[in-house]
């Protein structure tokens, strides 16, 4: 799933791995120009289709399209002089517009004093077979067969089409897939319209009900298709004029060679009316751009995994991997625990010399995001300072003395009346250095401030369950007033987080720690930055000059970014060939399954890594 609303149209051309494929892998590639590839499919199942007929089902990804596909699929039918017909699943077998409506509107939320974006609702966990019609499926099943013929090609494409209940019909069973980001720019250029709509309607609220039923049902499929092994093919649709075809088989062998390596995903970039400027600079963004507020460096949902593959580059999305490779890359019980997701997240959240402050906000718990929204799992942060510039603060928790009733009076009247609200008299704050931790568990008030660069580490939830509780009365880039959510940042903000309290080192709620000494090797040191009981995840820095021992013992994933220093090397110990190279303020992750590594210093400076790991006992903790 995805709630990446506004993504900036630029591919990262570095974020490239380059994992050793064999020749058989990067044989069976089929690319070099959508009707290259059609005609080399077409023609491959020519002497099948002759003798026997062939009844192939595309399905795939939200926003995938078929049309290029099977216009090109007629055209190669009629020079071989073969029948060909096409079916659309949706007309086949889907309810009518009106009865998906009733099924998924009164899941979201259309109460505007309660949720003034019309942003939130309840996760739809019907699958495509709940939005069928009955009558029709039994129809579809028992006609399809009869289709089948000498000569004759018949496809069927649709959403959902290959459901369990429908593979058994098909002879030939393909998946188109595509990132997240291209799917996003897909919406957002009108290409797309939800499932049982006729047109694309007002974006926000086609993004909304993408999140909350088109890519969840999109997103089990496909993790049911690949756990099954019942494809036949994978395509990569991002460029509809230059699909990639490859049989499943070798889709898989290059997810299988990629997860014995460290790897790097690639980023989306999102500007924000307090967005900053180092990352443009330091990333050599468009001049265009406005600025780089966010920077998704590895937040599982939004990003992919882009891998040279021969001349070929194969820009995948980062779930289909974790869907096919998740007990190497995760382990088996953070398999288990997280239903195959992938359980923390990273991006940059940059106001380096910008206008002002992040918005003051607080996010949901476990409970209420489940009861609320149908969600799994909570919604926790953290925050690591990278860069600072003058004055730079990060706000925690409220101070000691706050009237906190006077504060919801006053953000309340912010919002309707448009009166300014005098946060500093409410909400605590760090002087912000680099190298400072703080922990955001649910419901800990909090902001990042103007003029620093920030690395932010998050829970497995990553709806966009983010409550403006006060926005300093700022305009969007529309000149509107953004709108805040005072009623479900006051249902879900914890009061008794006050400065005292979260300094306080016997306190469950201490949250905002000193470092400490953990381990140590020859000429290197391991701090916890962050450990806490209310968070599944454990937060270190690795210390070094020359270079630094580590093991995943089989078991857990490592999140690393290089915080200080140019540029290490993270390298295999049982194979050396295995190794990534990652820059200032970039992010890898090492596999679970590669065991021991090393990270060895490739420049001059001392070196300082962040580690994100799950925390010991962390498959005891409730969701």
């Known amino acids: ?28 590639i089929l690319a070099g120009g959508t009707p290259n590839v059609v005609k080399k499919f077409v023609g491959s199942h020519a002497e099948r289709i002759k003798k026997e007929g062939l009844i192939v089902a595309f399905d795939g990804y939200t926003t995938a399209k078929w049309d290029l596909f099977l216009s090109l699929m007629g055209r190669e039918c009629d020079l071989l002089g ?13 309810k009518s517009g009106s009865e998906i409506d009733a099924i998924i509107d009164p899941l979201l939320i259309w109460d505007t004093k309660v949720d003034p974006t019309l942003l939130y609702g309840k996760v739809y966990h019907g699958g495509y077979k709940g939005l069928m019609d009955g009558a029709k499926l039994d129809a579809f099943i028992n006609a399809l067969p009869s289709l089948k013929a000498p000569g004759k090609l018949t496809t069927v494409f649709g959403y959902g089409c290959l459901i369990k209940d429908l593979r058994c019909l098909y002879d030939l069973r393909v998946w188109f897939d595509l990132t ?3 799917t996003m720019l897909r919406i957002r250029a009108g290409e797309y319209s939800n499932l049982g709509k006729d047109h694309t309607g007002i974006i926000n609220r086609t993004i909304r009900r993408c999140y909350y039923c088109d890519f969840e049902n999109a997103v089990q499929l496909r993790k049911d298709l690949f756990a099954s092994g019942e494809l036949d093919y994978y395509v990569l649709d991002n460029d509809r004029a230059n ?22 995903a ?12 180092y990352m443009k600079k330091l990333r050599n963004l468009p001049e265009k751009m406005r600025n780089a507020a966010w920077v998704f460096d ?6 992919s995994v882009a891998v040279q593959a021969g001349t070929e580059l194969l820009d995948i999305n980062y779930c289909s991997f974790v869907h096919k490779e998740g007990v190497k890359l995760m382990g088996e019980k953070c398999v288990r625990k997280y239903q195959g997701y992938f359980p923390i997240r990273f991006n940059w959240d940059d106001s380096y010399h910008s206008t002002g402050n992040m918005s003051i906000q607080c996010h949901s718990g476990g409970a209420f995001n489940v009861e609320n ?11 690591y300072v990278v860069i600072t510039g003058h004055e730079a603060k990060t706000f925690i928790g409220f101070r000691d003395d706050a009237d906190i009733p006077a504060f919801f009076r006053e953000i309340e009247a912010a919002d309707t009346e448009h009166k300014p609200c005098d946060y500093m008299k409410y909400v605590s704050y760090e002087e912000s250095k680099p190298g400072l931790q703080v922990m955001l568990p649910a419901g800990t008030i909090h902001s990042s401030g103007r003029n620093q660069v920030i690395l932010e580490i998050g829970s497995l939830t990553i709806g966009s369950y983010t409550y403006k509780m006060y926005d300093y009365l700022r305009l969007d880039f529309d000149g509107k007033q953004r709108p805040i959510h005072t009623r479900l940042g006051e249902l879900n903000v914890r009061q008794d987080r006050r400065y005292s309290v979260i300094h306080d080192p016997n306190s469950p709620e201490y949250i905002v720690q000193k470092p400490r000494l953990d381990k140590e090797g020859d000429g290197w040191k391991e701090y916890i930055l962050g450990e806490n009981p209310q968070m599944y995840i454990s937060l270190r820095r690795l210390e070094f000059e020359s270079r630094c021992e580590q093991d995943t013992c089989g078991e857990k994933f490592h999140v690393l970014t290089l915080v200080d220093g140019d540029r290490i090397r993270i390298r295999s110990v049982d194979q050396p060939e295995h190794f990534f190279d990652l820059d200032f303020m970039e992010i890898a992750c090492v596999p679970a399954s590669m065991g021991k590594y090393v990270i060895e210093n490739l420049g001059k400076e001392p070196i300082r890594v962040h580690k994100t790991c799950l925390r010991d006992g962390y498959e005891y903790d409730p969701a």
């Not at 380059?18 to 990067?26: A, D, G, H, I």
């Not at 590895?298 to 990003?303: D, G, K, L, Q, Y």
């Not at 969600?375 to 953290?382: A, K, V």
């Open 266 to 277: 690639k980023p989306c970039y999102l500007e924000g009316v307090w967005g900053g400027s």
């Open 298 to 303: 590895f937040i599982p949902m939004e990003v």
């Open 180 to 182: 997240p980001m291209n």
């Open 373 to 383: 929204y149908n969600e799994f799992g909570r919604q926790d942060e953290s925050y």
């Open 1 to 28: 799933m995805s709630f990446m609303y506004n993504p900036f149209p630029f591919h990262d051309p570095k974020a490239v791995n380059r994992p050793e494929l064999s020749k058989q892998t990067l044989d069976s």
């Open 82 to 94: 073969l029948q060909f017909e096409t079916i659309d699943a949706y007309k086949a077998t889907y």
């Open 243 to 264: 699909l990639q075809l490859m049989p499943f088989a070798s889709f898989a062998d290059i997810c299988s060679q990629l997860v014995k390596y460290p790897f790097r």
